[in-house]
């Protein structure tokens, strides 16, 4: 089992940055790939960027050029540092962390922190 607890969510103007920190505890050391998804009322769920446990990543478009996914495997945390925000960032944020299995892969969410980018 992998409980994730994120942090840095908040309400910031257009143009402005956040940083949101994704901490994994339990059995954290199998995890194979983090990321960031996120859901916007009346949305699905949609990814933002993964990051695998070699440090490759993998962006939406709508993110390339303004955010950045990192990892520190020491800490087993994984960051999304977000720049030029939109008011089309707003959304809840979810962490994701991904254990590759044999037969199949688990998945672990955290609890969401929201992100609120005003005009």
């Known amino acids: 089992q992998v409980q994730l607890v994120e942090s840095g969510g908040g309400l910031v103007q257009a143009g402005g940055s956040l940083r949101l920190s994704c901490a994994a505890s339990g059995s954290a050391r199998s995890i194979n790939d983090m990321g960031w998804y996120r859901q916007a009322p009346g949305k699905q769920r949609e990814l933002v960027a993964t990051i695998t446990s070699g440090g490759n990543t993998n962006y939406a478009d709508s993110v390339k050029g303004r955010f950045t996914i990192s990892r520190d495997n020491a800490k087993n945390t994984v960051y999304l540092q977000m720049i030029s925000l939109k008011p089309e960032d707003t959304a809840v944020y979810f962490c994701?962390?991904?254990?590759?299995?044999?037969?199949?892969?688990?998945?672990?969410w955290g609890q969401g922190t929201q992100v609120t980018v005003s005009s």
């Open positions: 994701n962390a991904r254990i590759v299995g044999i037969l199949y892969d688990n998945d672990y």
